[in-house]
């Protein structure tokens, strides 16, 4: 068994939340393969000891879950999880529930913010900005088009969503529409251009439920105001749990409001001017102080990745930040150093593409299909944000106890939900020539066992 003794019991509990391996607090006369703790904390103690004094993993995932850091390429929080992991093997046989689910190496979650939802309906300066951009790309008619819908002439370039759901429908996977909850409010705290020129159309969000997409709330002021919050989930309906604040505007107190307020996830940290890890993770997970609400860190948005620059809140207002524009096909090279932390990991992807970016000015369609396309082709489990959150969700309420003799090891899981789809695996690390039976779907992989969890207790008859 492993024992931990530490101050802090939030970072404790999340920290071994993500790495989802049997443990429990450390009680003074108990035996112990190994206790994890700061060499201060426990005088008398003489068993094995990861000692924390120098290298304080708790403290560090619980400052990148909840502080975060900017332009963060790597996933630090799931690269010191795994060297907690390869820490601990060394003194105890070790189980764990990975964060990818069976016969899949990760999760790709697919979302979209809805900015506009017509240019008929748009703010001047957004179709204006939006002909220009064709204009000065070459693209002519496409500018004129614009101009012309704006007053209501010809077919309407951002009228999407039978398209959305024919290109996703193609890829076969289903995604997130995030829409504000209220047009020409631009909210507290923001800068007037952040508010949108279309309100809800009941039916377009109800064909979406219907058909297998999810909707969420594209927040306004949810992220500073409870009370507000609760309105603006009413306010979207159709079962919008989830959240992903308009141009991600969040401060420390966000998650708190997001939680009195009733959702279920939130889906806004992540980056408006680059891509990467701001939480320096792949996984779900409960930010400190909240009780119901979870965090789906976003990774890759197709601004931060391709735009020019977004809006950024300084002290004294808004500050135009450059975003990093990449070529499409340096952008490709970036998204995989992405997908490819993924399946050395397990964890979600979260996936941002703006609704109006399937057509000119920025067509970006393309890059879209490709990742999707490649995530299926790995075997990923490409899904919507709020089925991604569930799937966590599921994972997390499991907790599991490992029994060992000479010939045998018993692998209990309590609280398995077995309508959960695609199932958990428990990894079992073990040397797999040692392995007479298990009694149930496993794989051998390289010094561990993966066994599918379809029942509460697993065995693993030794040779
Ligand atoms: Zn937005």
């Known amino acids: 068994m492993i024992g931990v003794s530490y101050p802090d019991p939030y970072a404790v509990e999340e920290t071994l939340q993500l790495l989802k391996v049997p443990w429990e607090w450390y009680q003074p006369g108990r035996q112990y393969d190994v206790v994890l703790a700061r060499k201060a904390d426990l005088p008398g103690y003489t068993g094995n000891l990861i000692d924390l004094t120098d290298n304080d993993i708790f403290e560090k995932i619980c400052e990148l879950l909840n502080v975060g850091r900017s332009h963060l390429h790597e996933p630090l929080s799931d690269i010191l999880l795994d060297q907690l992991r390869q820490e601990l093997k060394k003194y105890c046989l070790l189980a764990e529930i990975p964060p990818a689910p069976w016969e899949h190496p990760y999760i790709m979650a697919l979302t979209h913010d809805v900015d506009v939802t017509s240019v008929r309906e748009c703010r001047l300066v957004t179709a204006g900005y939006a002909a220009f951009q064709c204009f000065t790309h070459g693209n002519i008619r496409a500018g004129f088009q614009f101009l012309l819908a704006r007053w209501g002439i010809g077919t309407d370039p951002w009228v999407l969503f039978e398209r959305w759901k024919t290109i996703e429908e193609e890829l076969g996977v289903r995604s997130t529409f995030f829409f504000v909850p209220r047009k020409d409010d631009p909210g507290m705290r923001a ?26 709330i594209h927040g306004i002021d949810n992220w500073v105001d409870a009370e507000t919050g609760t309105l603006e989930m009413a306010a979207v309906g159709n079962g919008a749990v989830g959240n992903r604040t308009h141009w991600l ?35 779900v997970y409960r930010p ?37 524009h990449l070529d499409e096909s340096v952008a490709r090279v970036q998204c995989q150093v992405i997908v490819d932390y993924a399946r050395k990991y397990g964890g979600a992807v979260t996936i941002l593409w703006h609704y109006e970016n399937l057509t000119p000015p920025r067509d970006w369609s393309g890059i879209y299909s490709e990742l999707v396309k490649r995530a299926r082709a790995d075997g990923a489990w490409v899904t919507t944000a709020g089925k991604a959150v569930e799937w966590f969700e599921a994972r997390r309420k499991t907790t599991l ?49 993966a066994i599918r969890c379809v029942q509460p207790e697993l065995s693993v008859m030794l040779r």
């Open 191 to 216: 800068h007037p251009y952040r508010a949108v020129g279309y309100g809800i159309d009941p039916g377009i969000l109800h064909g979406l439920t219907r058909d297998g997409w999810e909707v969420g």
């Open 401 to 449: 106890t490992l029994f060992q003799d000479t010939k045998k090891i018993t692998i209990r899981i309590q609280n398995l939900n077995l309508l959960n789809e695609p199932s958990l695996q428990v990894r079992l690390y073990i040397d797999p020539s040692l392995i007479s039976h298990v009694d149930g779907e496993y794989e051998r992989g390289d010094n561990y066992v």
């Open 249 to 283: 505007l969040f401060d420390q107190e966000s998650w708190k409001k997001l939680d009195e307020a009733g959702y279920s996830y939130d889906s806004t940290f992540g980056y408006n001017d680059d891509v990467g890890f701001r939480a320096g993770t792949l996984q």
């Open 288 to 324: 400190k102080g909240t009780t119901n609400i979870r965090e789906l860190p976003l990774h890759i948005q197709d601004l931060g990745l391709l735009g020019k620059f977004c809006w950024a809140p300084v002290d004294q207002g808004w500050e135009k930040t450059p975003c990093l």
